[in-house]
């Protein structure tokens, strides 16, 4: 266990960082007013948004539960993959798939042994729940039909263009209404590539995001073309 000095609630901490411990509306509205006006820390932010996040943990499991229920039943893309998954002799259900607080900031993950897991803390609505699920639903399919070695960079990378283009998170409204990110020409392409590229360089076998960029341009042409098992990019 850390030492006091380390804590979120330690006085000093928040005296550094901006951030108010407390639990009361008084804490509560000085945490707000620190962040609008600028005096709390990127440090003191974060410590805001893990105490927000574990305030909230069973409300934020609650509501991706649901979103996990209804899109299971009534999404065209999750009924979808799940049936091509299932073709492949595998399955990704509501019990594989689990809302679960994460302490990273991401949306889910992928596992082969463990299933899918989606951070319910970082949800924002049931459309980015179905970008992330149909996301880490094509990993599934990819692990299952190509075989990914999850150590090779070059497979990952293929994983992960594939994944950001199909899943319909880099499409124009999701980049322009959530990322801020207004160009108009290539748009898809180049959210797709910058997402891959951040993917690759969280691999610890990634050097630098000089080697996480080459990796990207190397497998590009032939799995950005790879819709699979799509007839072609669609969402």
Same mark, same amino acid.
């Given at each position: ?77 999750? &009924? ?5 998954? #299932? ?7 509501? @019990?594989? *798939? %689990?809302? /679960? ?72 409204? &999701? ?5 801020? #990110? ?7 392409? @180049?959210? *797709? %590539?910058? /997402? ?40």
């Amino acid at each position: 266990m850390a030492g006091a000095d380390a804590s979120p609630s330690s006085p000093s901490n928040s005296k550094d960082t901006g951030f108010n411990a407390g639990d009361d509306a008084y804490a509560k509205w000085s945490n707000v007013f620190a962040i609008l006006s600028g005096s709390m820390t990127d440090e003191g932010k974060e410590q805001y948004r893990v105490a927000r996040d574990v305030q909230n943990e069973q409300a934020d499991i609650k509501r991706c539960e649901g979103f996990k229920d209804y899109l299971f039943k009534y999404s065209p893309v999750i &009924r979808f993959m799940r049936e091509n998954i #299932q073709q492949l002799h595998g399955d990704i259900n509501k @019990e594989n *798939v %689990r809302c /679960r607080r994460c302490t990273k900031r991401q949306s889910g993950g992928f596992d082969p042994n463990y299933g899918i897991q989606i951070c319910a803390n970082e949800m924002r609505n049931q459309g980015h729940f179905e970008d992330t699920l149909a996301h880490e639903m094509v990993h599934a399919y990819d692990h299952l039909r190509f075989k990914v070695d999850w150590r090779d960079l070059r497979h990952a990378a293929c994983t992960e263009i594939r994944a950001s283009s199909l899943s319909g998170e880099c499409r124009w409204t &999701r980049e322009f209404f959530t990322r801020a #990110q207004y160009n108009i020409t290539q748009q898809h392409q @180049e959210c *797709v %590539r910058r /997402r891959a590229v951040l993917s690759v360089m969280g691999r610890p076998a990634c050097k630098d995001d000089v080697q996480a960029v080459k990796v990207v341009n190397e497998v590009w042409d032939s799995c950005f073309a790879d819709t699979r098992p799509f007839d072609e990019i669609y969402r």
